[in-house]
C-alpha cells in the first residue's frame, strides 16, 4: 500500500474510487450488522448487563467521535486521509478478535468489563480513521452526485444488512436450542465473522484515491481551527439542530432492544423480524430521499423525515396501553414502519447537510466540530437515559374514563404510561425542540415543507403501483409480521394480565 495523494484525479480514478467506497461501505456493513445492534445488547445482557451498562455501551460510540479533536491535528499536519484511516481502521478492527474470546476466557463480570474497554478502543481508533475518511470523501464525490452517490451506498449496505440480520438472526435462536447453555459462545461465532469483513472492508479502503489537500499558508492555530465553525452563523446553528436531535434520539433509541428482550420477552428472530421490516421501509424509500435531497435542499428532507421520526419514538410511549388491549404487534410494525421510511431520509441528509455546507478546503474542522457537539449530546444521552430508566422502574401515570349513570358505573382505561414510556416521551419532546432549530438552518435549494410533502406523495403512489393492489401490500408485511405474532402472542397475553385494570 503506497497511500499516494495526487494533485489532481481523472475521472476514471475518481469513478473506480467511487467503486471503492462502496465496497467499503459493504463490508463495513457486514462488520456493524454482526457485531452491533441487537446482537451486542444480547450478547452483554447475556453477560449480565444492567439498563447503566447497555446506557454505556450506546453512549461509548458518540463518545469515541471526542478523538476527532486530536485527529483533525493528524490530518492537518500529515496531510494523508488515506493512510491515516487504513491504519486506524486495520487496529480498531482487530478488537473484534478478543472481544469474540470473551466467553473461552473471562467471567461474566470479567468478560463484561472487557467488551466495555474493548469496544471503546475499537471505537476510538475507528473514530481516528472515521476523521479522515468525512474530509477524504468531502474532496472525492462531486458535490452534484452527493445524495445519489451515498444513497446508493446505502442502499446497497441496507441490502447485505437485512441479509444477513436475517441469517444471524436464525444461526443465534438455532444456536440457542442446539446448545443451550452455551449461547455467549453463539455470539462469538458472529464476531469472529465481523471481524473478518471488516479486514476486508479495510482492504477496499486501501484502494481508494485521494485528491491532495489544499495547502494551509503558515502555522496552523490548532484552538482557532476548531473554533472557526462556531464564528459561521449558519452553521452554527446547523450544530445546534444536529446537537439536540443527536441527544434525544440517542435518549430512547437504545433502549428499544433492551424493552423487547426484557418486557415484551420476544426472541432474536423477532427483533431481527421487525428489524428486517424496517430495513425494507428504508430501502424503498432511500433513492427518493436521495433524489428530493439533490432537486431541493437536505433541510427539506430533514423538516420531512424529522417528524415522521418524532411519530415513532412518540408511538413506543403508548406500547403499555397497546398491550392492555392487545395491540402491541400492530403497533411494533406501525412503528417499524416509520421509522425504516424517516430513518433513510434523516441519515442521509444530517450527514450530507453537514459536508454541503462546510467550505471547501475546510471541511476537516467544520466537520469535526460538528462531530464533537453531536458526540458530546448523543453520548451523554443514553447514560442519562440509563440512570433516568432505573429512576422511573416504579412510576406510573394513568387516566381513566368514567361513564356514570343511575344504573351503573363504566370505567374504561385511555392512556396508561409507565417506566420506559416516560423516557420514549422526553424524548419526543426534546426532538421537537430540535426541528425548530432546523428552521434556522439556511441551505441553498431549500422549499416548503408542504413542495416535498406533495412530491412525496406523488413517488408513494407511484411506487404503490408496483404492488398488486391489497394483495400486494399484505405481501410485505406477511413475513415479519408471521413471526412476530407466533413469538409474541402468548407473551404479550401474560403481560396483559400483570396490568392494573
Known amino acids: 500500500m503506497r497511500f499516494e495523494v495526487k494533485d489532481k484525479l481523472t475521472e476514471e480514478e475518481i469513478e473506480n474510487g467511487l467503486k471503492g467506497v462502496i465496497k467499503d461501505g459493504l463490508a463495513s456493513q457486514a462488520l456493524t450488522t454482526l457485531t452491533g445492534g441487537i446482537f451486542l445488547v444480547a450478547f452483554a445482557l447475556e453477560l449480565g448487563a444492567s439498563n447503566v451498562i447497555i446506557g454505556l455501551l450506546a453512549a461509548i460510540p458518540p463518545l469515541a467521535q471526542l478523538i476527532q479533536i486530536p485527529s483533525i491535528y493528524l490530518v492537518e499536519k500529515y496531510r494523508n486521509r488515506c493512510k491515516i484511516s487504513v491504519l486506524a481502521s486495520a487496529l480498531s478492527r482487530t478488537f473484534w478478535l478478543p472481544i469474540a474470546l470473551i466467553p473461552f476466557i473471562f467471567s461474566p463480570q470479567e468478560g463484561l468489563i ?71 459462545q453463539g455470539y462469538s461465532v458472529l464476531f469472529f465473522l465481523g471481524f473478518l469483513a471488516g479486514m476486508i472492508g479495510v482492504y477496499y479502503l486501501s484502494t481508494i484515491p485521494e485528491p491532495r489537500m489544499m495547502p494551509v499558508n503558515g502555522k496552523i492555530d490548532f484552538l482557532k481551527l476548531i473554533l472557526q465553525p462556531l464564528r459561521d452563523a449558519n452553521y452554527k446553528q446547523l450544530i445546534i439542530f444536529l446537537g439536540s436531535w443527536n441527544f434525544a434520539v440517542n435518549l430512547a433509541a437504545p433502549f428499544f432492544t433492551v424493552y423487547m428482550l426484557m418486557v415484551l420477552k420476544m426472541d432474536i428472530s423477532s427483533i431481527v423480524a421487525l428489524a428486517i421490516l424496517s430495513q425494507v421501509m428504508n430501502l424503498s424509500f432511500l433513492r427518493i430521499w436521495g433524489r428530493f435531497s439533490d432537486k431541493f435542499s437536505n433541510k427539506s428532507v430533514l423538516a420531512v423525515s424529522g417528524p415522521l421520526f418524532l411519530i415513532s ?101 385511555t392512556l396508561y404510561f409507565e417506566h420506559w414510556d416516560f423516557l420514549f416521551l422526553f424524548a419526543f419532546f426534546i426532538g421537537l425542540y430540535s426541528l425548530h432549530r432546523l428552521a434556522m438552518v439556511k441551505e441553498k435549494g431549500e422549499v416548503e415543507e408542504k413542495v416535498l410533502v406533495h412530491e412525496f406523495i406523488v413517488e408513494l403512489r407511484n411506487g404503490m403501483r408496483n404492488f398488486s393492489t391489497a394483495g400486494g401490500l399484505r405481501q410485505l408485511t406477511k413475513f415479519p409480521y408471521s413471526i412476530v405474532r407466533s413469538n409474541l402472542e402468548k407473551r404479550i397475553h401474560k403481560k396483559n394480565k400483570t396490568l392494573p385494570d
Open 313 to 413: 419514538i412518540f408511538a413506543w410511549a403508548f406500547m403499555t396501553t397497546a398491550s392492555k388491549y392487545q395491540l402491541t404487534i400492530p403497533l411494533l410494525i406501525v412503528i417499524h414502519i416509520f421509522t425504516g421510511i424517516s430513518t433513510a431520509g434523516v441519515s442521509l441528509a444530517s450527514g450530507n447537510i453537514g459536508l454541503k455546507l462546510a467550505p471547501k478546503g475546510q471541511a476537516t474542522a467544520y466537520l469535526a466540530s460538528n462531530s464533537l457537539v453531536n458526540s458530546f449530546a448523543a453520548g451523554s444521552a443514553p447514560i442519562l437515559g440509563g440512570r433516568f430508566a432505573d429512576y422511573l422502574a416504579g412510576q406510573k401515570l394513568f387516566f381513566t374514563l368514567t361513564w356514570a349513570s343511575p344504573t351503573k358505573e363504566l370505567n374504561l382505561q
Open 114 to 184: 472487557f467488551l466495555v474497554i474493548a469496544v471503546l478502543l475499537y471505537l476510538i481508533l475507528g473514530s481516528v480513521g472515521g476523521c479522515s475518511w468525512n474530509s477524504w470523501m468531502c474532496d472525492l464525490v462531486p458535490m452534484d452526485k452527493l445524495g445519489l452517490f451515498f444513497s446508493k451506498r446505502m442502499f446497497y449496505a441496507t441490502v447485505v444488512g437485512i441479509v444477513l440480520s436475517i441469517a444471524a438472526g436464525i444461526y443465534i435462536d438455532y444456536w440457542k436450542k442446539l446448545f443451550p447453555g452455551y449461547a455467549l
